[in-house]
Antibody
Framework: QVQLQESGPGLVKPSETLSLTCTVF??????????WGWIRQPPGKALEWIGH???????NYNSALKSRVSISVDTSKNQFSLKLSSVTPADTAVYYC???????????????WGQGTLVTVSA | QSALTQPDSVSGSPGQSITISCTGT?????????VSWYQQQPGKAPKLILF???KRPSGVSNRFSGSKSGNTASLTISGLQDEDETDYYC??????????FGGGTTLTVL
C-alpha cells in the first residue's frame, strides 16, 4: 500500500526558506498516472492548495504564493520537495503532501495524503 | 483565486440528513464537474469522500452524496451518525491547472 511521508525542519526563522520533502513508499514518484501536490493548513484554519507537479517540467502553483514557491522531484530517492522562500509567521501551518490522478494535466482531487508536518515560523 | 464559500457550521440530529453547500463562481464550480469533498478528523489528514461532484471512492459510505447546481456544489450526509461530527472541505478545479479549497464547515451531531 502506497504511503507518503513528509519530513523537514519543524522550525524556520522569518525571512528564511522552508524546505520539506515527501517520500513515496511502495510506489513510484515517476509514474505518469499520478500528480503530486502540497497543501497546507494554518492552525485552526482552512486547507490551502500550494501547488503540484506532474514531472520536473510540469508544475503549477497557487498564484498567491507563486513568487516564493517551487516544487521539484528527485526520482533517484523517490521523493518530491517543496521550497517556500522569505517565510513569515503567516506561513506557520501543517504542510501535507498528497497524490492525485493525472487526467490530462487537469488537477482534480487528492486521494492519498501524508500525515502532515507542522512547520512553525518564528525567531 | 478566492476560496470557495462554505457555511462555518451545520448541525443535525442522529438519523437526520444535512447538506453542506460550497459556492464558487462560473470560473470554477460552475464551469467544471471537478468538485471534491474531504472529511477531516481532528489532528488527521483529510480523507477524500467524493470526487467529480458525486462519485464515491471505494470504501466510502453511500450515506455521502454530492450534487451541483450552477455555481454551488453540495454534500449531503444522510442517516447522520455521531462519527460524522467533524470538519468538511470542498475543492474545485479553477482552470489554468489551479485548485481552490473551501473555507471548511464544522458538522455537529446534536
Amino acid at each position: 500500500q502506497v504511503q507518503l511521508q513528509e519530513s523537514g525542519p519543524g522550525l524556520v526563522k522569518p525571512s528564511e526558506t522552508l524546505s520539506l520533502t515527501c517520500t513515496v513508499f511502495d510506489g513510484s514518484v515517476s509514474s505518469d498516472y499520478y500528480y503530486w501536490g502540497w497543501i497546507r493548513q494554518p492552525p485552526g484554519k482552512a486547507l490551502e492548495w500550494i501547488g503540484h507537479m506532474y514531472d520536473s517540467e510540469n508544475t503549477n502553483y497557487n498564484s498567491a504564493l507563486k513568487s516564493r514557491v517551487s516544487i521539484s522531484v528527485d526520482t533517484s530517492k523517490n521523493q518530491f520537495s517543496l521550497k517556500l522562500s522569505s517565510v513569515t509567521p503567516a506561513d506557520t501551518a501543517v504542510y501535507y503532501c498528497a497524490r492525485g490522478i493525472n487526467a490530462g494535466y487537469v488537477p482534480n482531487w487528492f486521494a492519498l495524503w501524508g500525515q502532515g508536518t507542522l512547520v512553525t515560523v518564528s525567531a | 483565486q478566492s476560496a470557495l464559500t462554505q457555511p462555518d457550521s451545520v448541525s443535525g440530529s442522529p438519523g437526520q440528513s444535512i447538506t453542506i453547500s460550497c459556492t464558487g463562481t462560473s470560473s470554477d464550480v460552475g464551469r467544471y464537474n471537478l468538485v471534491s469533498w474531504y472529511q477531516q478528523q481532528p489532528g488527521k489528514a483529510p480523507k477524500l469522500i467524493l470526487f467529480e461532484v458525486n462519485k464515491r471512492p471505494s470504501g466510502v459510505s453511500n450515506r455521502f452524496s454530492g450534487s451541483k447546481s450552477g455555481n454551488t456544489a453540495s454534500l449531503t450526509i444522510s442517516g447522520l451518525q455521531d462519527e460524522d461530527e467533524t470538519d468538511y472541505y470542498c475543492c474545485s478545479y479553477g482552470g489554468n491547472r489551479n485548485l481552490v479549497f473551501g473555507g471548511g464547515t464544522t458538522l455537529t451531531v446534536l
